[in-house]
């Protein structure tokens, strides 16, 4: 099968309807026939047939825990019938990211005792941080994500980058649990050290990292974070193999009538 994006022009006008499968463009194609270039049902290709996530259908805690659950379990599935829309993405986003820095917040950037004035403003300020340099950091992925599909051929726009990152910033809150729990459990176990400072420990390590690098707890959340930050990387790339043709919603109502398989998908 030929690709088609070397020769598409990498920004679409409004209404315009291009194969998802392969990004032809199927304007003066009946919506019942198959795509010319890669066989794609045409009728799959149409906006209305991404009906939203949960999220993006029904702004509420239920529908942000059911699409990040979904997310997190079975991308492929929000990826087919998300709607590109980067305000309601970068409001999932944002409350996913909310999410991860408030257990971060809530397991490592506290001190003082629990409600008192202290651990409030030690929480705050932690989770203002997290949140902070996760919404950067994701933000650079989508820019990234941008630029190199601009770079090869495809029309990725600044909506369709950030519906593809927020779809994965279930990444960061997995980082988050794993080094929350991780923290939580080393904590019943006794304060041994992980790595024993002595003879054989390379002067690079002894002269530049404090003794509490050396135990388990720190680890935990080095490894913790490195794994939410591998998989926000690998759904974000992912969900832009699966979006980078997927066509701009038209003036129509987000909810629309499909059938009951398609609902039954979310």
């Known amino acids: 099968m030929k690709l088609f994006n070397a020769s598409q022009p990498t920004r679409r006008r409004f209404g315009e ?24 049902a045409i009728e799959e290709s149409h906006p209305e047939h991404r009906i ?12 942000w825990l059911q699409t990040a659950l979904i997310s997190l379990l079975r991308p492929s599935r929000v990826w ?17 990211i909310a999410v991860a820095a408030g257990v971060y917040a809530c397991t490592f950037g506290t001190s003082g005792r629990l409600g008192s004035s202290f651990w409030v403003v030690s929480w705050t300020i932690s989770f203002a941080v997290t949140v902070a340099a996760l919404v950067l950091l994701t933000l650079i992925e989508a820019g990234g994500l941008r630029f190199f599909g601009r ?41 041994t050290a992980l790595i024993e400072a002595g003879p054989n420990t390379p002067a690079f390590i002894r002269d530049n990292f404090p003794p509490s ?37 038209l003036d129509a109502p987000l909810h629309t009538k499909v059938s009951v398989e398609k609902v039954a998908d979310l």
């Open 151 to 191: 770079r090869k051929g495809f029309p990725v726009s600044g909506a369709h980058a950030i519906t593809m990152t927020s779809l994965a910033t279930g990444g960061w809150l997995v980082g988050a649990m794993i080094s929350g729990i991780g923290w939580r459990v080393a904590q019943t176990m006794p304060a």
């Open 80 to 96: 087919r019938v998300a709607r590109i829309d980067a305000r309601l993405s970068a409001a999932f986003g944002l409350a996913t």
């Open 17 to 40: 309807v291009h194969c998802e499968q392969c990004g032809y463009p199927l304007e003066g194609i009946h919506r019942a026939a198959a795509c010319p270039e890669c066989g794609f």
């Open 213 to 249: 690098a050396y135990y388990a707890e720190t680890w935990i959340l080095v490894l913790g974070w490195l794994i939410g930050f591998a998989l926000f990387e690998i759904w974000s790339y992912r969900a832009f193999l699966a979006l980078k043709y997927a066509n701009l919603p």
């Open 52 to 63: 939203g996530t949960n999220f993006q259908r029904r702004l509420d805690p239920v529908a």
